[in-house]
């Protein structure tokens, strides 16, 4: 790897970035290159600058990260982009990877961390922050393990907002059948009620996130505004 490592910093506060590009230039090996608000600046930098890598909050105003990225990886495939957000949710980071992403950290994470994700990007390695990835780790841990086929099929259904009878009738079971299923995966999942089953599901990615009329998704970064923070 060349030094200095040259980074694209995307993230629509500048104060947030300002912090940043100091953090990052202070380790001596890493140059701040440029910088943008939303992913439309963003794709223009990355293609007027072409840096080594670009560090990319999720929640941007208007088009989201994931998708800013995608229009970046488009336009040069071998790109690296570092998401750098404040959601540890397995459902956004596993969005964000499966998009091409390069790495994952959380804004929790200690200053250092940081530096040692863009030198690990920047070197052609992935890179998640101890957070993220405890996070999918449980997530693969329920999902390999703690729920069977049938308790995945009427825990896609709660979370798609159908009552018991409803989802009795769909898969061929009595309502007493699928109360069960219900009660145990609740307690597999380590839930009292059904809005935590609902949280804890969608959290882990265990589920697509999908609004019905019964069952409001939580905001997410890929719809622009309604993901900010």
Request: hydrophobic letters at 45%; aromatic letters at 4%; glycine letters at 6%.
């Amino acid at each position: 790897m060349n030094y200095p490592i040259t980074v694209l910093l995307v993230d629509d506060h500048a104060v947030v970035r300002e912090g940043y590009r100091r953090l990052l230039e202070e380790s001596g090996r890493i140059r701040v290159v440029g910088e943008a608000a939303n992913a439309a600046d963003a794709y223009q930098r990355f293609c007027a600058l072409e840096p080594d890598v670009v560090v990319m909050d999720l929640a941007l105003p208007g088009v989201s990260g994931i998708e800013g990225m995608r229009r970046i990886l488009a336009r040069r495939p071998e790109a690296r982009v570092l998401i750098f957000s404040m959601y540890e949710d397995a459902i956004f980071v596993r969005r964000a990877l499966d998009a091409g992403a390069a790495g994952y950290l959380t804004k929790s994470s200690a200053p250092h961390v940081l530096v040692a994700a863009v030198d690990a990007v920047a070197s052609g390695r992935r890179f998640l922050s101890d957070d993220v990835a405890h996070t999918l780790e449980a997530a693969t841990e329920v999902a390999h393990g703690a729920l069977t086929a049938r308790e995945f099929e009427v825990l896609k259904l709660l979370v798609q907002g159908y009552a018991v009878a409803d989802i009795a009738r769909q898969l061929g079971l009595t309502q007493k059948t699928v109360a069960n299923h219900q009660s145990t995966i609740k307690q597999k999942l380590g839930a009292t009620t059904s809005a935590q089953l609902i949280h804890i599901a969608t959290r882990l990615g265990l589920v697509p996130l999908t609004a019905s009329p019964a069952v409001q998704a939580p905001p997410s970064p890929e719809n622009g505004e309604e993901g900010r923070r």
